[in-house]
Every structure is written in structure tokens, then in C-alpha cells.
């Protein structure tokens, strides 16, 4: 099916009038008449909005051109399947399980290959064939990739502990101690600061993978750490519940 007949079938399922899906996602009724006659196609921001409204993901949206695969775990990706970020957006580059609401499952690749060759074994693959299969397949995947640009799981570990002797040696004012880091996708922390001349700037790539933690303030009340580190530099900031009113502590390169 195409985009036309997919928006026309999701809207009539629902019973909406083009007006009222016009309505729910903040465009025009002309708009959703001329995605159904297939004279225009949904912008980015529309695709996204009407993926979260239908609950199906873009690549259904858009007729399905690619066979989705997670890039963490290599399971296909049916609707049903595919994680969602915080705000409820799919994020098609993951099922479930290995990602949600911003936060990855596994930063370990043996236990990932240990979860599936206890999981996936039957009576036609043994849990070992299982266990090789991961490992042939797993380095492929966009998100291990991460670990052979620093030179395996190994030394991965020893990256991250590197990170957070780095951030304890800064001695910020009522920080914990950091003994602990996540990978976390870009567009979860990726918040916006108020510089002095009053602009507004974003640090990082919605798209890729840092890591970090979030920490409760010494001092108490209703602010807390973030934490955002890669290969290239040091974040620290403060904000409120849900990111709200963030502030930007220190920026240091590496």
C-alpha cells in the first residue's frame, strides 16, 4: 500500500473526518485531503505526529520500504515490536527490549548472547549455534559498533571507568560520586541552554550514543545531575523533573 491508502485506512478505522484528524496532529483538512489523494506526502514532523497518534511507525506510514531490524538484538521489527522514546515517538532503530524510553538495555555484549542462546535455544538450534550466531551477528549491528571503534568490550570498561574518574576529579558542589554509566541515545539528553546573550544551544546529536546518569543533589530538592560524556568531552548540568529548566554546569573537552 502506499501512503495515501495507509493514511486513509488508519483515519477510517478510527472513524475520523479528515477534520478531526486535521485537528489531532495540527495541520489543515486541505492538508490530509491531498496526503489522501496522493498529491503530497507528510513532512517529517507530520510523519512523526501521525505515528505516535496511529501508533504505527514511520516505515509503516511510508509502505514499508525497509525490513526493519533492531540494531542492538538483529530481531525483525514488527509495530508491535519497535521501542518508543520517552514522549511515546517510535524509535526504529530498536525493538523493546533493548531499548525504552531512552535508555539502552545492554551495554555488555555477552550478556545480550547469554539472554538469547538461553532464550532462543529449541529442538533445531541448540543454545550453542545460538551462542555463535550472536556472536557473528551482533558486531554488525550499529549500536556494537561502538565497541570496535575503542577496541572491544574490554577495553570499553576500562573507557568508562576512565570517564568517571575524569567527572569525580572535577569535585563539582554537591554531586555523588559517579559509579556508574549508561549508554544513552542523544534526542533523551540532548536538552537546550540559556547562554548570557539570551540564544538557546543544543550540545549533542539527537542521533547518537553517549554515555551518562542522572544523580540526586546533595543538597536535596528538586533538582538533579546529568551526566553526558563521549570520546570528545565532559557535560554536567542540572535540571528539574523531566529535564525542565536546565542549566548547564560545565562543557569541558577531552
Not at 490530509?32 to 507530520?46: A, K, L, Y
Not at 543454545?127 to 570499553?156: C, D, H, T
Request: hydrophobic share 35%; aromatic share 10%; with cysteine.
Amino acid at each position: 500500500m502506499s501512503t495515501k491508502d495507509i493514511i486513509l485506512e488508519l483515519r477510517t478505522k478510527r472513524g475520523l473526518s479528515q477534520d478531526e484528524l486535521a485537528e489531532k496532529i495540527y495541520v489543515t483538512r486541505q492538508a490530509v485531503s491531498r496526503w489522501e489523494n496522493g498529491e503530497t506526502v507528510p513532512n517529517t514532523e507530520s510523519l512523526k505526529l501521525l505515528s505516535k497518534f496511529f501508533d504505527v511507525s514511520i516505515n509503516t506510514l511510508l509502505g514499508s520500504p525497509q525490513q526493519l531490524i533492531c540494531q542492538c538484538c538483529g530481531m525483525p521489527l514488527k509495530d508491535s515490536d519497535i521501542s518508543k522514546e520517552k514522549d511515546g515517538i517510535f524509535n526504529e532503530e530498536y525493538c523493546k527490549w533493548c531499548y525504552s524510553e531512552g535508555e539502552y538495555t545492554y551495554d555488555n555484549m555477552d550478556d545480550l548472547i547469554n539472554f538469547c542462546a538461553e532464550h532462543m535455544a529449541n529442538e533445531k538450534f541448540s543454545s550453542e549455534q545460538v551462542r555463535e550466531y550472536m556472536k557473528e551477528m551482533l558486531p554488525k549491528l550499529n549500536y556494537w559498533k561502538k565497541y570496535a571503534e575503542i577496541g572491544g568490550e574490554e577495553q570499553f570498561d576500562a573507557f568508562k571507568n576512565q570517564l568517571m574518574d575524569e567527572l569525580n576529579a572535577l569535585q563539582i558542589e554537591g554531586m555523588p560520586k559517579v559509579e556508574s554509566l549508561n549508554a544513552l541515545i542523544g534526542s533523551y539528553v540532548n536538552l537546550e541552554y540559556k547562554l548570557p546573550n539570551g540564544k538557546t544551544v543544543k550540545f549533542l546529536d539527537d542521533h547518537a550514543t553517549y554515555l551518562g546518569c542522572q544523580l540526586e543533589c546533595e543538597f536535596g530538592g528538586e533538582r538533579c545531575f546529568g551526566i553526558v560524556a563521549n570520546m570528545d568531552f565532559l557535560l554536567v548540568c542540572t535540571y528539574e523533573e523531566n529535564g525542565e529548566n536546565p542549566e548547564l554546569v560545565l562543557y569541558k573537552k577531552r
